[in-house]
């Protein structure tokens, strides 16, 4: 339960250059075992190097927990798995006091016996099969990077990503994530059916005798480092307007779009997603600024969790995306052409 508390500095051109080369091996390393779903996975990296968690969610056998362990595979972090049940509690996520005797003076005394959750990469597997107080344990290791139990503080080790799936289709045994919980999540991700020739290409490379193995690109280092580059991208005023603007826009009923359909819309936290994403992205790209595009890419993964809509919307089969898209009907664009 070591803490790191500062990323190195990074003190080159030659050393980021070093970093942004190591992105497409990551990819390389996670396209071995994951064939297609190339806008899953550059949104998970995206997440991954904004220092954010992420929510998959997605039909049985479509690759959620392959996707999860392929990327704590390729980057050298300590990974738990939590199985997510009913009956789960939450001293099973973040540990427990045993009592333990000292063999020399033979006083006992009570020891803290971490849990899953003192690990770097966590997947939480299937969440919202377990109630909502021990869905409640992870937000404050989510929010804060630390856990609390019987009065005392422990840290997490840096970088923490909290990686969860859901099932959206067996809604039986299920208990939805409370709208705090989910705000945790920096991106929510949809994971759909592969293409024809994804599918074909699968099923070849998944029923033969070779396991393809997967080496470790990134250290504890270089991701920090990548995270605080992530950090330092440029985004203009016009477009830090703009997202400001965006996300007012989901709660704003003078809109006809938006009175019709939101019941509640997203809070200041999913302007700062949108940004840390979007600088996030650049960096993915190699690129040290924010474009239009970078915002188009991410506005539905921010904001699909964050905006409520109304029964009538339900009803309508209206969905978070479809506000997402029409927000940039809705509001109208910078001008500036360096800005795309």
């Known amino acids: 339960m070591s803490e790191l508390t500062?990323?190195?500095?990074?003190?080159?051109?030659?050393?980021?250059?070093?970093?942004?080369?190591?992105?497409?091996?990551?990819?390389a390393e996670i396209s071995k075992v994951i064939i297609?779903?190339?806008t899953v996975i550059d949104e998970l990296l995206t997440a991954f190097l904004a220092g954010g968690h992420c929510l998959l969610e997605g039909l049985p056998g479509l690759g959620k927990t392959l996707l999860i362990r392929t990327l704590a595979q390729a980057v050298r972090l300590t990974f738990h798995r939590i199985q997510?049940?009913?009956?789960?509690?939450?001293?099973?996520?973040?540990g427990t006091e045993v009592l333990e005797e000292d063999h020399v003076t033979g006083k006992r005394f009570f020891q803290f016996n971490p849990g899953p959750i003192f690990g770097q990469i966590v997947l939480a597997d299937e969440i919202?099969?377990?109630?909502?107080?021990?869905?409640?344990?992870?937000?404050?290791?989510?929010?804060?990077g630390s856990v609390t139990y019987g009065g005392k503080t422990y840290r997490l080790d840096r970088p923490f990503f909290v990686l969860a799936t859901q099932n959206p289709i067996e809604q039986s045994g299920t208990y939805p994530l409370p709208e705090a919980q989910l705000d945790r999540f920096l991106l929510y991700l949809n994971i759909g059916y592969p293409e024809e020739t994804d599918e074909l290409s699968m099923?070849?490379?998944?029923?033969?005798?070779?396991?393809?193995?997967?080496?470790?690109v990134l250290t504890v280092v270089d991701i920090l480092q990548l995270q605080a580059l992530a950090r330092e991208v440029a985004i203009s005023p016009d477009l830090l307007s703009y997202v400001n603007r965006l996300v007012r826009a989901t709660r704003d009923k003078s809109l006809p779009y938006i009175e019709k359909w939101v019941r509640w819309g997203a809070g200041p936290r999913a302007g700062q997603a949108l940004i840390l994403s979007a600088k996030a992205r650049a960096v993915l790209a190699g690129r040290f600024a924010v474009t239009l595009d970078d915002l188009r890419a991410l506005a539905a993964p921010v904001l699909r969790h964050r905006v409520l809509l109304n029964f009538e919307a339900e009803t309508e089969n209206i969905q978070p995306d479809d506000v997402a898209r029409e927000l940039f009907r809705l509001v109208p664009e910078p001008k500036s052409s360096l800005l795309r």
């Open 6 to 27: 500062a990323e190195p500095p990074i003190r080159s051109e030659d050393d980021v250059r070093r970093l942004l080369a190591k992105i497409p091996e990551l990819r």
């Open 36 to 38: 297609g779903q190339h």
């Open 84 to 94: 997510f049940t009913p009956d789960l509690m939450p001293s099973d996520i973040i």
């Open 128 to 144: 919202n099969r377990t109630p909502p107080k021990t869905q409640a344990a992870l937000l404050e290791a989510m929010q804060e």
């Open 203 to 216: 099923l070849a490379s998944t029923t033969g005798k070779r396991t393809p193995e997967i080496d470790p």
